[in-house]
């Protein structure tokens, strides 16, 4: 059995609260859980004490045992110094995709082009009259 170690939603609507359940993966996110061993609350401001309570020695054991914390619970065990947690690094995430780049590059041209437009109508009044 596949057990994993996540956050199961209470509260009422748009007052979220959240237990830290052991439960196996294939359950629903706030169906049957094993054990709880822990709670959330992201409500409270993220220096108080009671936002992320944690028992972690049943953490600890769930750990040994096979468990694998979804990556937000990791974090809380990462803060608890409970099981340390490798950063991840994407740097392609703030990267444009493909269309935005074509339209970025189209603009450019665009500006270029009247920018020559511009340039060009100047530079042939100022022959004109130096002919004159």
């Known amino acids: 059995m596949a057990v994993s170690i996540r956050l199961s939603?209470?509260?009422?609507?748009?007052?979220?609260?959240?237990?830290?359940?052991?439960?196996d993966a294939r359950s629903p996110r706030d169906g049957a859980f094993i054990e709880k061993i822990?709670?959330?609350?992201?409500?409270l401001g993220k220096d108080d004490e009671k936002r992320v309570?944690?028992?972690?020695?049943?953490?600890?054991?769930?750990l040994a045992n096979g468990a694998q914390p979804?990556?937000?619970v990791a974090r809380f065990f990462d803060a608890a110094g409970v099981k340390e947690r490798a950063a991840r690094n994407n740097p392609n995430k703030a990267e444009p995709g493909e269309k935005?780049?074509?339209?970025a590059q189209e603009r450019a041209d665009k500006a270029a082009a009247a920018a020559e437009a511009a340039a060009a109508p100047a530079e042939a009044p100022a022959e004109e009259t130096a002919e004159a």
């Open 9 to 23: 939603r209470g509260g009422a609507k748009k007052r979220p609260y959240y237990r830290i359940v052991v439960a």
């Open 38 to 43: 822990g709670t959330y609350n992201p409500l």
């Open 53 to 62: 309570i944690l028992d972690t020695e049943r953490a600890k054991h769930w």
């Open 70 to 72: 979804t990556d937000r």
């Open 100 to 103: 935005a780049k074509e339209r």
